[in-house]
């Protein structure tokens, strides 16, 4: 087959909005002229879209099959989101791996759960003598990255509690480190992060139990935050649901929920590196990216560091490129800046994706 002709985008591309002429050649980026190159699209280029916390493969009930899993990843792409980190699923979606049209994915395998501890059908439920083993499996059998159930609705103590002994954990992270990979958890409280945050986890999922001195700590440590605002925002539900059986833990996520945004605020502006995670997957749905950096934004992240949370930045802290000489073209066109009308996100007029558009 002859090879496709040279393909130019022509406008402000961020993050720095300088306008330029980018083109694709053989599905990469080059910023040298091409004669003769076709105008595709005029707008603002960004970088393909992150979804730092998302679950491709899992419903209200655990693994989906591979046709629902495409559809979910297909709808993921369709609203900018290139690059997926997922944050644990009951599925095996290596697959996605060898589709083209669908968006690059960096898998956590499956979640590693306390027995009986857990969402029905998601998670290897482990006792805490296990726990080390499974992260050490896990580690090998995902793509640099491993999840664990921080902590738990306890029905022996009626409210959120950690999921395992701080030791264990310890062990897990290592054992994950030693294999190469790193370490994030789900933690909503905050008995569970003192001990995660010291053994040198790299990445905590919600984080609606921080207070300062733990702030303080991620930052010593360079631990990362996805908050996952919009699953945060469901806590007063959670909250409703347990209130006749477990007052405890109604009380302590109504209390979680009320000062989610200085939580989360206070993160940011001590400098801990803040990411955009849609948590689609279950209860959420797919496609959605463009929803949590509204959020971000509404609980006072600038409207260009809560892009960045979902754009440049996250493809930096992934390894993945961005916009620049010889990498792979994964961008979003919008017809004005995203920067100045968030809403701007939800209708991209072109997703291009490894060079193609795949939304037009």
């Given amino acids: 087959m002859p090879p496709e002709p040279a393909q130019r985008y022509r406008g402000p591309v961020l993050p720095d909005g300088e306008p330029r002429d980018l083109y694709v050649v053989a599905g990469r980026i080059t910023y040298e ?30 693994a989906t099959d591979d046709a629902a899993t495409e559809q979910q990843a297909i709808a993921d792409r ?52 296990d ?26 103590e009626g409210d959120l509690a950690p999921s395992f002994p701080a030791e264990a954990f310890a062990d897990a992270i290592a054992a994950a480190h030693a294999e190469g990979a790193k370490v994030t958890a789900h933690c909503f409280g905050h008995g569970v992060l003192p001990g995660l945050i010291e053994a040198g986890i790299d990445c905590i999922e919600h984080g609606t139990g921080l207070t300062e001195d733990l702030i303080d700590a991620m930052v010593q440590h360079g631990t990362r935050l996805v908050p996952t605002v919009m699953q945060l925002d469901k806590f007063p539900e959670h ?17 979680l929920y009320a000062r989610m945004p200085a939580t989360i605020m206070a993160a940011y502006e001590a400098g801990v590196p803040i990411y955009a995670g849609s948590d689609g997957g279950g209860i959420s749905r797919h496609g959605n990216i463009a929803g949590e950096v509204e959020a971000l934004a509404r609980i006072g992240v600038p409207a260009h560091d809560a892009l ?40 991209p007029t072109r997703v291009v994706l490894r060079g193609r558009s795949v939304v037009a």
């Fill in 78 to 129: 369709d609203g900018g989101a290139l690059l997926i980190r997922d944050a644990g699923s009951a599925a095996d979606t290596r697959w996605i791996h060898d589709r083209d049209d669908l968006p690059r994915l960096i898998r956590c395998g499956r979640h590693i759960a306390a027995t009986k501890r857990y969402i029905r059908g998601y998670a290897h439920e482990v006792e805490p003598a």
């Fill in 33 to 62: 002229p091409q004669p003769g190159a076709d105008t595709v699209a005029e707008g603002w280029i960004v970088p393909g879209l992150v979804d730092a916390h998302c679950h491709l493969g899992l419903d209200d009930f655990g």
């Fill in 308 to 347: 960045g949370a979902a754009s440049w930045r996250a493809r930096e802290w992934l390894g993945v490129d961005g916009l620049t000489e010889g990498a792979s073209a994964d961008f979003v066109v919008y017809d004005r800046d995203p920067r100045a009308d968030l809403s701007v996100l939800r209708t």
């Fill in 239 to 255: 909250a409703a649901a347990g209130q006749d059986k477990f007052p405890a833990y109604a009380e302590t996520m109504t209390d």
């Fill in 131 to 156: 726990l080390a083993s499974y992260a050490a499996q896990e580690a090998r059998n995902g793509d640099g990255w491993i999840k664990l159930v921080g902590d738990w609705i306890s029905r022996d």
